[in-house]
């Protein structure tokens, strides 16, 4: 299940009024990572409560996100794939990260 979150003010209307809303709830770039990525959870702003972190695939936490705007530095872990997971309002999203060297 995706999120997606309307914000007022600032944004592009589309033709109907309506808030434009991005497609893409997470952006990270680049994405597969080789040392540092940028990583953007969209439709959030700093006072918004949301909880997010990424795992590896064996279920351990490697990194609480605190701020919807971050830079990664995988460099220290494993090639392997790794994953976001996002809640807010009671929905979740899940994006697959990628290290790899």
């Known amino acids: 299940m995706t999120f997606y979150k309307f914000t007022a003010g600032g944004g592009t209307a589309s033709q109907t ?19 540092v990525a940028e990583i953007r959870i969209n439709g959030l702003n700093d006072r918004d409560a949301f909880s997010a972190a990424i795992y590896d695939m064996s279920g351990r936490m490697i990194r609480k996100i605190t701020t919807p705007e ?24 899940s994006h697959q990260l990628i290290i790899m060297r």
Not at 80 to 93: I, P
């Open 17 to 35: 009024g309506a808030p434009r809303v991005s497609l893409q709830p997470v952006e990270v770039r680049p994405n597969p990572i080789r040392s």
């Open 70 to 93: 971050f830079h990664w530095d995988a460099r220290n872990l494993a090639p392997g794939l790794y994953l976001l997971k996002v809640a807010f309002e009671g929905k979740t999203c």
